[in-house]
């Protein structure tokens, strides 16, 4: 089982990249798949969550309204389209994937069953 996350970059403060997590080695359909990100020195922190069926999602309050995540089932690939980026943005951000229904408790990482490898996200002021 691999997650796969790409699409990070330099980008200046207001810009926008788009994370793609590619999921390969079994079908996540019945998985939800989530954002998080970590800063040097600081904790891995949640950013976003989408259930299985894509039909909700759920955001921290730092990026609500400016990131918005959704999912491609057929091509089993989750996105993070990042808008009004900040330099406080700037992060290694990481997919990750859970056998749950339960939206709301895709912020815990220590509950995760699957973890891609990080992308890194560089804001400049």
């Known amino acids: 089982v691999q997650l796969q996350a790409s699409g990070g970059g330099l980008v200046q403060a207001g810009g926008s990249l788009r994370l793609s997590c590619a999921a390969s080695?079994?079908?996540?359909?019945?998985?939800?798949m989530g954002w998080f990100r970590q800063a040097p020195g600081k904790e891995r922190e949640f950013v976003a969550a989408?259930?299985?069926?894509?039909?909700?999602?759920y955001y921290a309050d730092a990026v609500k309204g400016r990131f918005t995540i959704s999912k491609d089932s057929a091509k089993n690939t989750v996105y993070l389209q990042m808008n009004s980026l900040k330099p406080e943005d700037t992060a290694v951000y990481y997919c990750?994937?859970?056998?749950?229904?339960?939206?709301?408790?895709?912020?815990?990482?220590?509950?995760?069953?699957?973890w891609g490898k990080g992308t890194l996200v560089t804001v400049s002021s």
């Open positions: 990750a994937a859970r056998s749950t229904p339960a939206i709301t408790i895709m912020r815990q990482a220590n509950g995760m069953d699957y």
């Open positions: 989408i259930s299985w069926s894509g039909r909700s999602t």
């Open positions: 080695g079994r079908t996540f359909n019945n998985y939800g």
